[in-house]
């Protein structure tokens, strides 16, 4: 018997590849092996399935540790140390689904619009601190730490989009070594 859980999973897996306004509740149901109608026993509505599965891969992704490296001995150490440490967790199903989705449904819906600000946000706030440290160490020359972190926020998640399709570590470190070099 499928539960809420797999419900969840597959319509976020199938939102990634799909697109969320591509997903019908029977591609779902077929997916997880039930009746279209099943899916009524566990949730009212298509919309309240979204926000839930919105609402579930969220909490995954906010009780993530982002590790960085505060004990590095130079701004790459520390940066990269941040950098993977975001990309993998947003690597992981569900939260990959979930950002997919925040990406795709974001330009046109208004739910959507404000998640990408959160995930921004939530971000940004991990730059930001890292920033600040590596200019308190005097690593990094920075004047302007908030459009600063707003700059490498915005870098971070391309990176994000980028390690979704495909898996090149090293555009991490190119990312760490663009920023040295635009703030040394």
Request: contains cysteine.
């Given at each position: 018997m499928a539960t809420r859980q797999d419900i969840l999973d597959t319509l976020l897996t199938l939102g990634e590849e799909k697109g969320l306004s591509n997903v019908s509740l029977s591609d779902i149901a077929d997916e997880v092996g039930i009746r279209k109608a099943s899916i009524y026993s566990h949730f009212e509505s298509q919309n309240q399935m979204i926000e839930e599965a919105v609402s579930y891969a969220s909490q995954i992704l906010r009780s993530r540790d982002f590790n960085v490296d505060f004990k590095a001995k130079d701004a790459?150490?520390?940066?990269?140390?941040?950098?993977?440490?975001?990309?993998?967790?947003?690597?992981?199903?569900?939260?990959?689904?979930?950002?997919?989705?925040?990406?795709?449904?974001?330009?046109?819906?208004?739910?959507?619009?404000?998640?990408?600000?959160?995930?921004?946000?939530?971000?940004?706030?991990?730059?930001?601190?890292?920033?600040?440290?590596?200019?308190?160490?005097?690593w990094l020359d920075i004047k302007d730490t908030d459009y600063a972190a707003?700059?490498?926020?915005?870098?971070?998640?391309?990176?994000?989009?980028?390690?979704?399709?495909?898996?090149?570590?090293?555009?991490?470190?190119?990312?760490?070594?663009?920023l040295i070099t635009l703030f040394s």
């Open positions: 790459r150490t520390l940066l990269v140390s941040l950098f993977d440490s975001i990309i993998r967790t947003f690597a992981e199903k569900p939260v990959s689904s979930y950002f997919s989705i925040v990406q795709q449904s974001c330009l046109y819906d208004e739910f959507f619009a404000d998640e990408n600000r959160q995930l921004e946000s939530m971000i940004s706030v991990r730059v930001r601190i890292a920033l600040e440290f590596c200019v308190q160490r005097s707003d700059l490498v926020t915005s870098a971070v998640i391309r990176r994000i989009c980028t390690v979704l399709s495909s898996d090149e570590e090293w555009e991490t470190d190119c990312l760490a070594d663009g």
